[in-house]
């Protein structure tokens, strides 16, 4: 690894301040000096990224995505690629995240597609079980397999034809998964649309609560007493684009109106902005990995916090940088742009805070680095003269 000096950048550090001009300077995969003030730091022997005031500033984490999923319209195609094929996409797209279990379900539940003619566990979407020592075998099983995250789906989902307050899985079932996953060190997610379940979320212990739409006074009280150990990626992505943006599938917004989405949007919106004023930790995340919540799209969402829950771009920005250290358990060392923190960095051409939408463009991605290692180098973008990496 090379020591780089990005120098001539405009730093925005993930800590809530105001962004400033200054040079930051990697050594190894971290960071090693952070100044304030333009040409501050000496150069020689360094390769110098001159970000020609380009932002710089930490690289984004998503608290909820399906890197196994293939940008298909339904459940069931999403599992009809060809095995060989499903493999090298799920190789390809699980370069960006960390591995979770296939979601566990019970029967009836969200994710059981078996048919009555075809009832054969293995082919449904979700892991089927039955009872508590049915979990236990099911949760053992995926923790061998070396998954980071147990998944759970503890309500309905509208589209799977299940409503979305529907609670499933019983209390025994949830506590038996808690309690092998935690034995493992390892950590739970949860589907969680229903009060109910998100209650479950917080008796049991699983950190990262998936929707929370319906969530109810005593859920509020009960997540916010335990806040500084769960987190909530409410999925605003999917509620918006399956209720106004999924008409190429058949899925109208009339439709969706029916099905029940536009009233959900309604509730979730301001049930987030009862948890933000709870101080309760909301996360980016939308689902991503539907036909019409595509791989790549997933800084759509900071624009969402804004437009529909009110946040201040410089809020939206820390829920993926900041917060997105802490649900990675790295908040000490991941997520701002301070001293001996991993050199896990984004340059892009523009101020986010300006204009989240720049975080969306490809082309305005002007470098990525991460563990002190470029994935993207200013120099790879064609037509960046602006952007000079040199050697000192």
Not at 354 to 374: C, H, P, Q
Request: hydrophobic letters at 45%; a negative charge.
């Amino acid at each position: 690894m090379a020591n780089v000096l990005f120098s001539n950048v405009r730093i925005f550090d993930g800590t809530g301040a105001q962004p400033f001009a200054g040079d930051v300077l990697v050594q190894g995969n971290r960071i090693s000096r952070v100044s304030n003030g333009v040409r501050s730091l000496p150069a020689s022997g360094l390769t110098v990224v001159d970000g020609g005031g380009a932002t710089l500033m930490p690289g984004m984490v998503e608290a909820h995505t399906h890197f196994a999923w293939n940008d298909q319209p339904s459940l069931s195609a999403i599992q009809r690629m060809p095995p060989e094929e499903h493999i090298l996409w799920c190789a390809h797209v699980a370069k960006r995240y960390l591995a979770a279990s296939q979601e566990i379900t019970v029967l009836g539940g969200l994710g059981d597609e078996t048919l009555p003619h075809l009832p054969y566990p293995e082919f449904s979407f979700g892991a089927i079980v039955s009872g508590a020592e049915e979990m236990r075998k099911t949760v053992r099983m995926f923790l061998k397999y070396g998954v980071d995250t147990i998944k759970l789906n503890l309500s309905g989902e509208y589209i799977a034809g299940l409503p979305a307050e529907f609670t499933p899985m019983t209390d025994e079932e949830v506590a038996i998964a808690a309690a092998e996953t935690k034995m493992r060190g390892k950590r739970l997610a949860a589907h969680a649309r229903s009060a109910e379940s998100v209650k479950q979320c917080v008796r049991h212990g699983i950190e990262l609560v998936f929707h929370a739409s319906f969530i109810d006074s005593e859920g509020l009280d009960m997540l916010e007493a335990a806040k500084d150990k769960h987190f909530v990626a409410p999925g605003l992505a999917w509620l918006i684009n399956t209720s106004f943006h999924a008409g190429k599938w058949g899925l109208t917004p009339e439709a969706m109106k029916a099905m029940g989405y536009h009233r959900e949007l309604e509730i979730a919106v301001e049930s987030l902005k009862k948890m933000m004023k709870r101080g309760i930790r909301i996360l980016p995340g939308g689902d991503y990995g539907f036909a019409w919540t595509e791989h790549g799209t997933n800084a759509k969402d900071l624009e969402y916090f804004v437009k529909y829950l009110g946040m201040s771009p410089m809020e939206a920005l820390l829920s993926a940088t900041k917060l997105g250290g802490q649900v990675m358990m790295r908040g000490h060392e991941l997520g701002q742009v301070k001293e001996g923190f991993l050199a896990d960095l984004i340059m892009v051409d523009g101020d986010p805070l300006s204009n989240l939408a720049v975080l969306r463009d490809k082309e305005r991605i002007v470098a990525v680095m991460k563990d002190g290692v470029f994935h993207r180098e200013p120099d790879a973008m064609p037509g960046r003269s602006r952007f000079r990496l040199s050697v000192a």
